[in-house]
């Protein structure tokens, strides 16, 4: 077989270049999908948060959980992941708007994603999980916990409503949750 | 003639009962999440049974197959007996007596935290110091395998050290680097806390310490793998090895690229930052690059066989290849799985696309084929390959051993390819069992009926693989005159090899300051923005 020591050095180089080449290419379309299409990763602003007061004051009491149009007409779901339920455990959304979805966590790690969409993030006690999204489609989608929090996390499960805008009707507080309907 | 056989034995027989034992939890556990109603299912079971397999697949199979693989290979490829064996006999004691800690804690679900941890959530401390025995155990390995090769390189000046064994001392240190993270996050954090002498945890800063080792982790169970398609398949395709430099170079360049990388597993957590995580995504893209060279290599490798064989023509080779000896068709199943794991993985480490997937079934479906599938089946033609060297037998059937190689790819296919498509859908993971009669989950159903299927196609596989061994050891053929083992040669032996790539300071150099540039503000942050800590959640006593 007439396979020199200087072609086989030959090819060798040229694939290494092309290997090198392909994994430039992907680099740079994922650093693309990044950075100009906000194709990114949840919570770019670290922030804390207690979890042994979570309850007790702070954005994450009761009060002011679930979705809520801001003054700055900015809309807001929050909730709280514990073992082993959401609070709330059904949200109501808008279709074709900016939704910040904001969660914590007062006892262990969990972890959450809305089923259909790309809405995927830990949630680890003492820190604050931050995703951006726009709902396309209208309908009841399913929003598990995602991540092991104990003998309770398969029943962990809750709901996303995604309604059309006319139908999202906030209160005077601004306020819109699944028992309105 | 080597004299560590015993040993090596111990070690990859203790391999393969954890392996026996964690595929049948394995069938069940799917079997209890699919539609089809399961005997003792209950969530504690279920979860039992989820760190049971994980421990006993991701720590005592590949552990003690990779110890048990070093000492056989420092002893032929070096061609000299292995230094201080009583010291690998005491290791081999250590992570035995771990295990059973290990075994004993998951079984009487004292420690349900899954193989990954997850604190707060915390078992009883000796859960943990169970685990530290099984890695201690493993740093003495690695000791005797750094003290093998310096030994043999003191004896041969100026020459190369054999391929096998210098690919084995970069699986060492490689190991090395990589036990740091979880043995801090152990040791200083989590077993602290299982005492009681802690009552709260960074959990943050535990994710960080773990991800330090959840990558490279990954390589250093794949490079025996690599080992045997670089110096196994080429010898038994019946041709040389494409290039020698070109396999020392992707061996270091797992060393380099497999660790400063660890935070793309926290992509979705909210403690670090997107620069950070882009940083590590770019390490990662690189990790590409010695598979793909490896590829390379091998497969030109195997075409030399194929045309030295009578193979014409643009894949003509690839037809007269010995498809007949498992080390090859191992091979090739191998190559056929690494190209759907490795497409899953580029998936897995683009950054936002990582959403997509991140904790759903995808990611399960992915470890199975690149681990499960790729790497595992050639711990099984390894163990082909080595045994008639350990036991003086003959194989009384190769027949049998392809046909368990052929079931296991096929059933890895069954398995995973299902799971990939409900992850991509949006199957989430960790689950003891799924309410079907959701509309919205109910068309799973035939697709885990048919992964299920793909389970019990590997369970029947794995059976077949102990038996296969089992015939070696039952004397049923005449012991043949033994063959000393032989590794493939390059095919233009290197006229003189650099230094560096026949040894591995330089190397080192350069991980500590990959891994200083990745990992110090990560985890030094956890000091600076000092977050509140998370109470410890005791998993084996009433709350």
New interface residues.
């Given amino acids: 077989m007439a396979v020199d020591e200087i072609s086989t050095v030959r090819s060798e180089r040229i694939w290494t270049y092309a290997m090198v080449a392909v994994a430039a290419v992907m680099l740079v379309a994922i650093v693309h999908a990044g950075i100009a299409q906000h194709f990114g990763t949840p919570s770019n602003s670290i922030e804390t948060v207690d979890p042994n007061t979570l309850h007790l004051a702070g954005e994450f009491v009761s009060e002011n959980l679930g979705t809520r149009v801001g003054l700055d007409g900015k809309i807001t779901t929050r909730v709280v992941t514990t073992q082993f339920a959401f609070a709330p455990d059904c949200v109501v959304v808008p279709q074709h708007m900016q939704v910040t979805l904001r969660a914590a966590s007062p006892d262990v790690l969990h972890g959450l994603m809305i089923m259909g969409t790309n809405v995927n993030t830990m949630v680890v006690p003492g820190y604050v999980s931050q995703v951006h999204t726009v709902f396309d489609k209208t309908g009841e989608m399913l929003m598990p916990c995602h991540e092991f929090c104990g003998l309770g996390h398969s029943q962990m499960v809750a709901r996303v409503r995604v309604v059309p805008l006319e139908d999202f009707q906030p209160d005077e507080q601004g306020r819109v949750s699944c028992a309105d309907r | 003639m080597p004299t560590a056989n015993r040993l090596v034995l111990a070690h990859i027989w203790t391999a393969f009962a954890a392996f026996g034992v964690a595929i049948v939890l394995g069938l069940w556990q799917m079997w209890v999440r699919s539609p089809l109603a399961a005997p003792l299912s209950s969530?504690?079971n279920y979860?039992i049974s989820v760190t049971a397999h994980g421990s006993a697949m991701a720590y005592v199979l590949t552990t003690f197959f990779i110890m048990g693989f070093g000492y056989f290979v420092a002893e032929s490829a070096l061609k000299t007996p292995l230094p201080y064996r009583g010291l690998g006999w005491f290791g081999f004691i250590l992570g035995i007596l771990g295990t059973v800690l290990v075994v004993a804690t998951v079984l009487t679900g004292k420690a349900?935290?899954?193989f990954t941890f997850?604190?707060?959530?915390t078992a009883t401390p000796w859960f943990y110091l169970g685990l530290v025995m099984v890695v201690v155990g493993s740093w003495v390995w690695c000791a005797l395998m750094l003290v093998a090769m310096a030994r043999w390189k003191k004896t041969h000046p100026g020459q190369a050290v054999p391929l096998a064994m210098y690919a084995t001392t970069a699986n060492a240190v490689l190991w090395l680097w990589t036990t740091i993270g979880v043995a801090a996050e152990l040791l200083l954090v989590v077993i602290p806390a299982a005492f009681g002498w802690t009552r709260a945890v960074?959990?943050?800063l535990t994710?960080t310490l773990f991800s330090w080792t959840l990558h490279a982790i990954v390589y250093f169970w794949l490079i025996p793998a690599y080992i045997a398609f670089y110096t196994m398949a080429p010898q038994a395709a019946g041709g040389r090895l494409?290039?020698d430099t070109?396999a020392r170079i992707s061996f270091i360049l797992f060393l380099l690229c497999g660790l400063p990388v660890g935070l793309h597993h926290?992509?979705?957590?909210?403690?670090?930052?997107?620069g950070f995580?882009?940083v590590q995504?770019?390490l990662t893209?690189?990790v590409?690059?010695p598979t793909?060279?490896t590829v390379?290599?091998v497969t030109?490798s195997l075409e030399?066989a194929g045309?030295?064989n009578g193979g014409r023509g643009l894949l003509g080779w690839v037809a007269a290849l010995p498809w007949k000896r498992p080390m090859v068709l191992a091979t090739g199943l191998s190559f056929f799985m690494l190209w759907f794991g490795g497409f899953g993985g580029?998936i897995n480490m683009?950054?936002?696309?990582?959403?997509?997937v991140?904790?759903?079934s995808w990611v399960t479906a992915h470890f199975h084929m690149i681990f499960g599938g790729s790497v595992v089946i050639m711990y099984f033609a390894i163990a082909y390959e080595i045994w008639p060297q350990l036991t003086g037998r003959s194989p009384t059937s190769l027949a049998l051993q392809r046909a368990q190689l052929w079931l296991w790819a096929v059933g890895m296919m069954v398995l995973s390819l299902p799971w990939h498509w409900l992850g991509l859908?949006?199957q989430?993971?960790?689950?003891?069992?799924?309410?079907y009669s959701?509309p919205?989950?109910a068309w799973w159903a035939p697709w885990m009926i048919a992964s299920l299927i793909g389970g019990a196609m590997l369970v029947v596989s794995a059976a077949m693989f102990i038996g296969n061994l089992i015939t070696f050891h039952l004397k049923l053929q005449a012991a043949p005159p033994v063959r000393p083992m032989h590794y493939a040669v390059a095919?233009?032996p290197g006229a003189r090899l650099p230094s560096a790539l026949n040894g591995f300071t330089l190397w080192n150099v350069f991980v500590l300051i990959l891994m200083a540039a990745a990992y110090t503000y990560p985890i030094v942050?956890s000091f600076i923005?000092n977050?509140?800590?998370?109470?410890v959640?005791r998993?084996d006593r009433a709350q």
Wanted: charged content about 15%; cysteine-free; aromatic content about 10%.
């Fill in positions: 969530a504690e979860f349900t935290v899954m997850y604190p707060p959530l960074d959990v943050g994710r494409f290039s070109m926290l992509f979705m957590d909210p403690e670090h930052s997107s995580k882009m995504m770019m893209v690189l590409a690059v793909l060279l390379f290599t030109a030399t045309r030295l580029l683009s950054y936002g696309m990582n959403a997509m991140h904790n759903t859908q949006g989430w993971r960790r689950v003891a069992h799924f309410d959701d919205a989950i095919l233009h942050q923005i977050p509140p800590h998370a109470v959640h998993v």
